[in-house]
């Protein structure tokens, strides 16, 4: 399995910033994924980051809120934009390769919006 | 509403015992898997099942697979006090397009075990 890196782990922010959380992948991957977790919930999608093109968003996720950049097969990017003490959650990154089934998560970025 | 829903919400059992946490959803399936998450931490992939499978075995684990029942289950035995995790199942449906590759998680079970 692909050992995946985020950062940062946590994050105090202040409400009406923004902030980028970085997915390292330590190896080419087809897919890339962007979830929230928010507190005592499960994982809700995002977003899918496409290399070379516009991320694929979930319907209530929007571009200008949730921003990403996927510049290569190994990295991605996603922004929390404007934030509010609702965007406090955990952000996920996972990764999957075509030809494989198997899904893969970073250690999550745990962000609180005061 | 989420495509997975898992019973029990939460589960307390005493080291060495069987835990068993189940899974349901609704639509049809391409694989379903299973994930382990220590106190919001990052997810653990335990083990996939894919929709032409019944069983499968990883260690402690085994997880079955009934997709005329549209449920799944996972059954942990002798359970250990490093156990204690929330689970989450996840399917991934068999239509491809826009949906291939995501993931749709169920609610979770939150196991904990007594030493």
């Known amino acids: 399995s692909a050992v995946i890196s985020q950062k940062p782990s946590r994050d105090i922010c202040q409400r009406g910033t923004s902030l980028t959380i970085q997915c390292q992948v330590d190896?080419?991957?087809?897919?890339m994924f962007w979830y929230r977790q928010q507190p005592g919930q499960s994982l809700t999608l995002i977003a899918t980051?496409?290399?070379?093109?516009?991320?694929?968003?979930e319907s209530g996720f929007v571009i200008d809120k949730f921003p990403i950049s996927r510049p290569n097969l190994t990295f991605s990017t996603l922004t929390v934009s404007n934030m509010s003490p609702e965007d406090s959650s955990i952000y996920l990154c996972?990764?999957?390769?075509?030809?494989?089934?198997?899904?893969?998560f970073g250690p999550g970025t745990r962000l609180t919006v005061t | 509403s989420q495509q997975g829903e898992e019973d029990p919400q939460a589960l307390s059992i005493q080291e060495g015992e069987n835990a068993t946490m189940n899974c349901s959803y609704k639509?049809?399936?391409?694989?379903l898997q299973w994930y382990r998450q220590n106190s919001g931490r990052g997810l653990v992939h335990l083990i996939l099942?894919?929709?032409?499978?019944r069983e499968k075995h990883s260690g402690r684990l085994r997880v079955t697979l009934d997709t005329s029942k549209k449920s799944s289950s996972l059954l942990i035995t002798a359970s250990r006090a490093a156990d204690t995790a929330s689970y989450f199942c996840?399917?991934?449906?068999?239509?491809?397009?826009?949906?291939?590759?995501?993931?749709?998680f169920g609610q979770g079970t939150i196991l904990t075990v007594h030493p």
């Open positions: 996972s990764v999957r390769n075509s030809g494989s089934y198997e899904q893969y």
């Open positions: 190896s080419q991957v087809t897919m």
């Open positions: 980051a496409n290399q070379g093109s516009e991320a694929t968003y």
């Open positions: 639509t049809s399936i391409n694989n």
């Open positions: 099942i894919r929709s032409n499978e």
């Open positions: 996840a399917t991934a449906m068999r239509s491809g397009g826009t949906s291939y590759g995501k993931l749709t």
